[in-house]
Structures are given as structure tokens and as C-alpha cells.
């Protein structure tokens, strides 16, 4: 009898026929004579993390087609120096989406500097009107990066989800919360679960889909998987290894879990490239949405 080993999901290119596909709708679009949609990424302080994701995520903007401006303001920058910032990035008609990098320093309030961005322009999606509309079931809103890629992950090996259990472990306002919205709108049974729920384990083993986002690295083990489920793992955490090297993890402990689930994505190369496909992809709907004022 042969082992079994779950079906890795390729997160890196299903994001790269991701961003071709928007990148021949950008060059569309500019033909009949659309401008270039653009995107501003504001960073502020120098966090080393969030400065290799804002320089890969101008990288791919470019990628794509479109426009990246690049705002690198220092760790002592006031609130109101943000949000004179935003305010001007609004009324910018070359930019159609803004995004302000997580975390930022203490001084800075991130639901003030969040809300002050337009709604039309808010590609985080984590903005008051954006998230309503997706807790209303509304489907002309701008989705948050990380769960509409997380979806796409999933549609690439469910077309139809309807009825099936999906546990989602993490109830964060940027992965938990809107992506248990997005699978009840797949005509999900969806459960919200953290890491302060009851007998997780027993609750995972019910469960067809397993979305975890809680940056423990390892929670989720072999023996809490339904045979088969497909299993999404947001998490990533730096581990230190004996040999004195650093690794990637996520919050599924992979090698029990490859032998039992059906499908699975690795970290690094599952859900991280699918946030900045999504990113693209609701830039590219922010545009859509400016050409039609």
C-alpha cells in the first residue's frame, strides 16, 4: 500500500496566470483609451519585512501593466502627515488605488489612516464601507487581498462549493472574518473558529475546508484533518533552525497534514502570492470602477 500525499496547491503560478491575464485587460483597456491604472503603496518607518513586500509588490504591479508610486515616509511621521498624504492620493486622477502598509508605527492609528482613504480607491478592502458591503452579501465592493486569494486557491480545485462544511481558524478583520463572508457567499456551511475555541480539533475533523490564519506556527496537525479536506494555510512564521538557518513556516503542520488532506498549500509558494494577485486584481477593479464616474 503507497502513501498518500496531499496534492500541493501552486499558489505561484496560478498568481502568475493571474496577473497575465489582468495584464492583457490593463493593455485592453489603455487601447480604448483608458489611463494606465495606477497604484500607491505608502510605507511608513522601515519595518524589513514590509519593505520586501512593498518593493515585490511594485515589482508586480509592473508585471501587470500598471503604474506603482512608491511613498518611503520615516518611523517618526505624524498621523496628520499620513492622512494630508492620502488626501492628496485621492484627489490624484493617475491613482486609482491606495494602500497603506501594516503595521504602522505606534503614533499612527491604522482605522483613522484606513477610512480616509475613498472607498473606490481602498484596494486593502479593509476600509468601514468595503467591509459592510461584503458583510451585507454585496458584491460591488473591493474585497481584502489575502481571502480573495485564499478563494481563488480554493476555486482552482472546487468549481462548486455549495454545501460543503469550512472551518476558518483566525477571526482577524484582514483574512478570518471576510473570508468566512466569501465562502458563505460559495453557499458554504462555514464555521469561525481561534485558537481560544473549544476542541478545535474535533471541529476540523468535520470540516471539507480548512482555511487557518493565525500565525501559530504547526497548530493545525495530521490528526485533526478529515481525510481528503483541502486544507488553506495563511500563516507564516520564521523559525530558526539547529543548523543556525532561518525557514519559512505555516500554521499547519505540513508534513502530518500532507499525509492526510487532499489538497494543500505550502509556504512559502500557496496564499503569498495570491494576496499580491489580488491586490492587482482589485487595482484593476478600482480603475474599472474610476472609468465608469
Given at each position: 500500500?503507497?502513501?498518500?500525499?496531499?496534492?500541493?496547491?501552486?499558489?505561484?503560478?496560478?498568481?502568475?496566470?493571474v496577473?497575465?491575464?489582468?495584464?492583457?485587460?490593463?493593455?485592453?483597456?489603455?487601447?480604448?483609451?483608458?489611463?494606465?491604472?495606477?497604484?500607491?503603496?505608502?510605507?511608513?518607518?522601515?519595518?524589513?519585512?514590509?519593505?520586501?513586500?512593498?518593493?515585490?509588490?511594485?515589482?508586480?504591479?509592473h508585471?501587470?501593466?500598471?503604474?506603482?508610486?512608491?511613498?518611503?515616509?520615516?518611523?517618526?511621521?505624524?498621523?496628520?502627515?499620513?492622512?494630508?498624504?492620502?488626501?492628496?492620493?485621492?484627489?490624484?486622477?493617475?491613482?486609482?488605488?491606495?494602500?497603506?502598509?501594516?503595521?504602522?508605527?505606534?503614533?499612527?492609528?491604522?482605522?483613522?489612516?484606513?477610512?480616509?482613504?475613498?472607498?473606490?480607491?481602498?484596494?486593502?478592502?479593509?476600509?468601514?464601507?468595503?467591509?459592510?458591503?461584503l458583510?451585507?452579501?454585496?458584491?460591488?465592493?473591493?474585497?481584502?487581498?489575502?481571502p480573495?486569494?485564499c478563494?481563488?486557491?480554493?476555486?482552482?480545485?472546487?468549481?462548486?462549493?455549495?454545501?460543503?462544511?469550512?472551518?476558518?481558524?483566525?477571526?482577524?478583520?484582514?483574512?478570518?472574518?471576510?473570508?468566512?463572508?466569501?465562502?458563505?457567499?460559495?453557499?458554504c456551511?462555514?464555521?469561525?473558529?481561534?485558537?481560544?475555541?473549544?476542541?478545535?480539533?474535533?471541529?476540523?475533523?468535520?470540516?471539507?475546508?480548512?482555511?487557518?490564519?493565525?500565525?501559530?506556527?504547526?497548530?493545525?496537525?495530521?490528526?485533526?484533518?478529515?481525510?481528503?479536506?483541502?486544507?488553506?494555510?495563511?500563516?507564516?512564521t520564521?523559525?530558526?533552525?539547529?543548523?543556525?538557518?532561518?525557514?519559512?513556516?505555516?500554521?499547519?503542520?505540513?508534513?502530518?497534514?500532507?499525509?492526510?488532506?487532499?489538497?494543500?498549500?505550502?509556504v512559502?509558494?500557496?496564499?503569498?502570492?495570491?494576496?499580491?494577485?489580488?491586490?492587482?486584481?482589485?487595482?484593476?477593479?478600482?480603475?474599472?470602477?474610476?472609468?465608469?464616474?
Open positions: 500500500m503507497t502513501s498518500h500525499s496531499a496534492t500541493l496547491i501552486d499558489g505561484k503560478a496560478i498568481a502568475r496566470g496577473t497575465e491575464t489582468i495584464r492583457q485587460e490593463v493593455e485592453h483597456l489603455v487601447r480604448q483609451g483608458h489611463t494606465v491604472p495606477g497604484l500607491a503603496v505608502v510605507l511608513v518607518g522601515n519595518d524589513p519585512a514590509s519593505e520586501v513586500y512593498v518593493k515585490n509588490k511594485a515589482l508586480q504591479t508585471h501587470a501593466g500598471m503604474r506603482s508610486f512608491m511613498h518611503m515616509l520615516p518611523q517618526s511621521t505624524s498621523q496628520d502627515e499620513v492622512l494630508e498624504l492620502i488626501a492628496d492620493l485621492n484627489k490624484n486622477p493617475q491613482i486609482h488605488g491606495v494602500l497603506v502598509q501594516l503595521p504602522l508605527p505606534e503614533q499612527i492609528d491604522p482605522v483613522t489612516v484606513t477610512n480616509a482613504i475613498l472607498p473606490i480607491k481602498d484596494v486593502d478592502g479593509l476600509g468601514e464601507v468595503n467591509a459592510g458591503r458583510a451585507l452579501g454585496m458584491t460591488d465592493g473591493i474585497v481584502p487581498c489575502t480573495l486569494g478563494l481563488k486557491l480554493l476555486k482552482s480545485v472546487h468549481e462548486d462549493m455549495t454545501g460543503m462544511n469550512a472551518l476558518v481558524i483566525g477571526a482577524s478583520i484582514l483574512v478570518g472574518r471576510p473570508m468566512a463572508q466569501l465562502l458563505l457567499k460559495e453557499n456551511t462555514v464555521t469561525v473558529a481561534h485558537i481560544h475555541t473549544r476542541d478545535l480539533p474535533s471541529l476540523a475533523r468535520q470540516a471539507d475546508i480548512i482555511v487557518v490564519a493565525t500565525g501559530k506556527s504547526g497548530l493545525v496537525r495530521g490528526d485533526w484533518i478529515k481525510p481528503g479536506a483541502t486544507v488553506i494555510d495563511v500563516g507564516i520564521r523559525i530558526m533552525q539547529e543548523n543556525g538557518r532561518s525557514r519559512l513556516v505555516g500554521d499547519v503542520n505540513f508534513e502530518e497534514v500532507s499525509k492526510v488532506a487532499g489538497y494543500l498549500t505550502p512559502p509558494g500557496g496564499v503569498g502570492p495570491m494576496t499580491i494577485a489580488g491586490l492587482l486584481h482589485n487595482t484593476l477593479q478600482a480603475a474599472k470602477l474610476s472609468y465608469r464616474e
